[in-house]
């Protein structure tokens, strides 16, 4: 654990890898995996240490609304704002691949802000890095057509995946965006008319977002 403590995390004082490691429990958990949901309690605060996580919003009526990815040396600004308050999730969480991630304690949180300067810069960058995402997510829907915003989804998809071959279906994809399965597949169409992508099932191949 050590090893892969201080690979993800460089920047944590020695003391404060040792707290993690005596009071963290590792697991690894397979894709697919529900971390967190709406309205249950947080009793911890994962740190992913390898993997992809998607965060995201749902009504009652199942539509969601996708905020971010998390991935290896990061944690989720929302779950850390609530476990430092009122303790009850506002987001879902989904494992995308296979993930290792540690749980931490929530009354660790501020007790560390507290006591590790690394500890408090990293939950300040993680929130600003998030809002800043999560305000880039609202100019989306607030100014883009649905062209681009499929264009910029297909993007992050393939950054969070580190690779130009996306595992998703159209359904999956139009969920995330908050449109229909008939739309997002009319509109992938296009794209590979015009060589930007080329499908096949539950496979998308990114050939040149700029076509």
């Keep these: 654990m050590r090893e892969e403590l201080q690979k993800q995390f460089p920047q944590f004082e020695p003391e404060l890898l040792r707290e993690i490691e005596s009071s963290a429990s590792l697991e690894e958990l397979p894709s697919n995996t529900l971390l967190m949901d709406i309205g249950l309690p947080i009793k911890s605060m994962p740190l992913i240490l390898s993997g992809n996580v998607k965060i995201f919003r749902e009504d009652e009526e199942g539509h969601e609304l996708f ?46 802000m507290r006591r590790y300067t690394s500890w408090y810069l990293f939950v300040l960058e993680t929130y600003q890095f998030r809002l800043e995402g999560m305000l880039n997510t609202i100019d989306q829907i607030a100014f883009k057509n649905m062209d681009e915003r499929l264009l910029n989804h297909l993007r992050v998809l393939s950054e969070a995946a580190n690779s130009y071959v996306i595992e998703a279906t159209h359904r999956s994809i139009a969920a995330e965006l908050g449109s229909s399965r008939e739309v997002v597949s009319r509109l992938l169409k296009r794209l590979e008319r015009r060589g930007v992508v080329s499908m096949s099932r539950n496979h998308i191949k990114i050939i040149d977002l700029f076509a």
């Excluded at 990815?69 to 506002?90: D, F, N, P």
Aim: proline letters at 2%.
């Design 67 to 112: 905020l971010y990815y998390i991935e290896g040396g990061e944690a989720c600004a929302l779950s850390l704002i609530c476990s430092g308050r009122e303790r009850i999730s506002k987001i879902k969480a989904i494992t995308m691949d296979s993930v290792r991630l540690l749980r931490i304690p929530v009354d660790k949180m501020d007790d560390w």
